[in-house]
């Protein structure tokens, strides 16, 4: 489980498209042509190299003189919206702002020891006739990607909550065939939006553990509980839960859904999350579905599989058109990978199997050879691999 | 975002530069690590090869002392994308062979993943080679299916090897399309490489099975002292040598009018790979008198039954109270060149433990690695004598079997097997 993959960026949502920041790197990696302005943060100081550069791509490699860690902001000429930053620079570091930047007149901010509005100094863009790619193009795509995305996150919560509870009337009233039927199909709805759910570090292990992710005296609850109950032949010596305590498992799953569902809606997402959730999910496949280890029970972990992949590619088409102008190359890579991964999972679909969508379920895991779980693995790390490069061709 | 200059491991930017092979061959350089020390003082550490020349480095090249070796299968069906990993594989290897990390190097962007995986930073080249082969499976599907158009350009010498009595194969572990071998002084330069090159072809290809190597078992230049394996026997002493030029070009090296099919495999060579395992315990308990009659030679000094020095030949006529003092079914006797025309083999093997088996036995044995001219001659028969005669095939048992065409050495600007594709 990996539950903060998204988490860290809500509080703090960065400027879109705003920047990409480096290490310490030789100083010929700015390109000719390419204004470099140093910046030197003490603790009580903000020397900045230049206070005007012409317009185009301006680099700013702030270095931390000083003894607390520190931040650097390029803001707006009223001295609030944020157009680029660099953050957690500790003492002697130094650390790379790579902008694009307009002519007109800008505020530049260090901020040592993070709080407080910084110590500031006006800095001003001429004008070099450079051709700038106009952001309010930029700015219209970002919010499709975002209105998008945010409302399939919306949809599936929804449906998730729909699935969980005929799932658990199924399981509560002793149906269990109609229970584990229920099953992958409503946790396909959790898995499509993973990312977004495990952000939620409370609620997704009172949700979504595995009993051997567990740690010792906690107790045990959701999913994967009522899905040892429902699949026990892989254990030993197993007691079945009675009604009373399906009861309790259940309705306490359902008001976790619940829960869950209604911060969902809150969410406000940018666009370097959907990015970074589509590449997040992958890692959810490569690191738990294809191994086989999240439906130990069901064995349904194709469904989990094709859920993750549903939920990466959506987040994927989201950011496309941003990434189609950046790095078209790229986007079609990862066109013929997410193609070539359906392709594979297609193979194993299985008519009598629950449908999702209307479309056909798939076989159990144990169905499946070494040799077609190498397959599926060798196509998850083709996809994963330049799936990770998603986030910084989106932001650049 | 402009791509930082490659920066050498060590900040080594230029000092010492690796030789390019005399000759285009063997090209061996023992580039001092810093600016200023004294030739010919370099470490095992610092030595450097050059990718490119006549040869592929890593076959001449002194036995350095660890190996990665992998095996991958090709899964696109694009020529093209094919040649580009060639291509990138290329560069990654020449940049790594000098000491320097991959692509725009294991620091750079804050916001992606680092093109090199950075545990070899700070460590000098250790006299890393990188090699690549071509398996059958490139010319033809096991179905038959010519998917890159080079079916007719197949060497004839590369078919899979027939069975031999004592191979107990494990599928995972035998054959692909392509092979990289990667050796070094130091055992973190060589997986750096597999796991760089790895990650480059994801997608393009996946890895079938890798095997690492500790403690060569050969020498491959008179300059090296012979070596022991598992069995605590000095191995490899009858090698071909770098030095043996005439030798390498009758055993070794494929000639210009070999094949005519295959001439872009001219100035390249064939390689045999196999995983022995070697039931360790059981031959612990042998009396060392058995011992060294199963090999043919004294454990100690390495030297033949028959007398002399380790590298005295070995008198196989020599009576003694019970038949040829080198008895019959000895390894010496069985696989000797003088009892098979004359052949040699290029022997660059190397011994490995992967842990021990659920029986707590050492899984151990040698990962043998023989470059040879043409494997119908030069391996095929000295195997099927082995197999049946030798008596060590009593400790032996072959668990993974591959065989690959290895190209020529890449000229400048070329990539590695470029002449199959032009």
């Known amino acids: 489980m990996r539950p903060l993959l998204l988490a860290p960026a809500l509080l703090l949502a960065a400027p879109l498209l705003a920047a990409c920041t480096e290490s310490t790197a030789p100083s010929s990696d700015a ?22 550069v012409p317009s185009g791509k301006v680099t700013f490699e702030v270095t931390n003189d000083g003894s607390q860690v520190t931040e650097f902001y390029l803001l707006a000429g009223d001295g609030q919206a944020i157009k680029g930053e660099v953050e957690n620079v500790g003492p002697e570091a130094t650390r790379q702002l790579v902008l694009a930047v307009p002519p007109g007149d800008y505020v530049t901010a260090c901020k040592p020891g993070m ?235 299985d008519a009598a199997a629950p449908k999702v969508d209307g479309q056909s379920g798939f076989v159990g895991y144990d169905q499946l050879s070494t040799s077609e779980v190498k397959q599926l693995a060798d196509a998850v790390n083709a996809l994963a691999e330049p799936l990770s490069r998603l986030t910084a061709a989106v932001l650049a | 975002m402009p791509r930082p200059a490659s920066i050498s491991r060590r900040g080594l930017l230029g000092g010492g530069a690796a030789a390019v092979g005399l000759g285009g061959a063997f090209a061996v350089g023992r580039a001092s690590e810093a600016a200023g020390s004294s030739a010919g003082s370099g470490s095992v550490e610092s030595e450097r090869y050059a990718l490119r020349g006549q040869h592929q480095p890593g076959i001449v090249t002194p036995a350095q002392d660890r190996l990665h070796f992998a095996a991958f299968d090709v899964l696109t069906e694009d020529r093209d994308e094919l040649i580009d990993l060639l291509r990138s594989w290329t560069d990654a290897a020449e940049e790594m062979m000098a000491g320097r990390a991959v692509g725009s190097g294991a620091i750079g962007s804050f916001d992606l993943p680092p093109d090199d995986t950075g545990e070899a930073l700070g460590l000098p080249a250790s006299g890393l080679t990188i090699t690549f082969g071509f398996g059958p499976g490139l010319f033809a599907t096991t179905e038959g299916e010519d998917r890159f158009g080079l079916a007719d350009r197949r060497p004839a010498g590369l078919e899979d090897l027939p069975h031999f009595p004592g191979d107990a194969l494990i599928e995972a572990r035998s054959g692909g399309d392509l092979c990289v071998q990667a050796c070094a002084q130091d055992p973190q330069v060589a997986v750096h490489a597999i796991r760089n090159l ?147 083999m290029l022997r660059r093997g190397y011994n490995f433990v992967d842990g021990t088996t659920d029986l707590g036995a050492l899984d151990a044995g040698l990962f043998f690695l023989a470059y040879v001219r043409d494997p119908r001659t030069h391996f095929t028969p000295v195997q099927q004598a082995m197999s049946r005669h030798d008596a060590l095939m009593e400790y032996l048992t072959v668990t993974g079997s591959a065989v690959f065409a290895v190209p020529p050495g890449a000229g400048e600007g070329e990539y590695v097997g470029e002449p199959l594709f032009g």
């Open chain 1, 31 to 52: 390109a000719a042509g390419d204004d470099v302005v140093t910046v030197s943060s003490t603790d009580d100081a903000c020397e900045v190299s230049s206070t005007e």
């Open chain 1, 115 to 349: 709080s407080g509005e910084g110590i500031r100094a006006d800095f001003t863009v001429t004008d070099s006739g450079a051709d700038l790619t106009p952001t309010g193009d930029d700015a219209e795509l970002v919010d499709q990607a975002v209105t998008q995305y945010q409302a399939y996150v919306q949809d599936q919560s929804d449906q998730l909550l729909a699935g969980t509870k005929a799932f658990v009337k199924a399981y509560e009233n002793g149906d269990d065939d109609q229970a584990r039927a229920l099953y992958p199909v409503a946790r396909t709805h959790w898995e499509r939006i993973e990312t977004v759910a495990e952000s939620f570090g409370d609620l997704d292990p009172k949700m979504d553990a595995r009993e051997a992710d567990l740690e010792a005296g906690q107790r045990w609850t959701g999913w994967h509980l009522m899905e040892k109950d429902l699949w026990p032949a892989r254990a030993d010596d197993y007691t079945a839960l009675t009604p009373k305590q399906r009861r309790v498992y259940g309705d306490d799953l359902l008001a976790n859904t619940d829960d869950l569902v209604g911060r969902i809606a809150k969410l406000e997402l940018t666009v370097d999350q959907i990015a970074n959730g589509s590449r997040g999910l992958l890692e959810e496949v490569a690191t738990g579905k294809v191994t086989g280890e999240e439906e130990y029970w069901s064995r349904t972990d194709l469904y989990d599989f094709q859920a993750n992949v549903d939920g990466a590619r959506v987040a994927f088409e989201g950011v496309r058109p941003l990434l189609e102008r950046n790095d078209p190359d790229l986007a079609d890579q990862l066109d013929e990978r997410f193609t070539a991964l359906q392709k594979l999972l297609d193979q194993h679909r």
């Open chain 2, 198 to 344: 790895a990650r480059i072809g994801f997608g393009t290809v996946s890895v079938r099975w890798s095997q690492l190597g500790f403690g060569r078992t050969s020498t491959t230049s008179t300059q090296q002292e012979t070596p022991r394996n598992l069995f605590g026997f000095k191995d490899g002493t009858d090698n071909v040598k770098a030095e043996e030029v005439d030798a390498l070009d009758e055993h070794v090296w494929i000639g210009a009018d070999d094949d005519p099919d295959a001439a872009w495999l001219a100035g390249g060579s064939f390689l045999v790979a196999r995983r022995i395992a070697m039931d360790i315990e059981v031959w612990d308990r042998q009396p060392l008198g058995d011992q060294e009659d199963f090999v043919g030679r004294a454990k100690g000094t390495g030297a033949p039954l028959s007398g002399g020095e380790e590298h005295t030949a070995p008198d196989f006529s020599l009576a003694g109270s019970d038949g040829p003092i080198i008895p019959t079914t000895s390894h010496v006797a069985v696989v000797h060149p003088d009892h098979h025309d004359g052949v040699r």
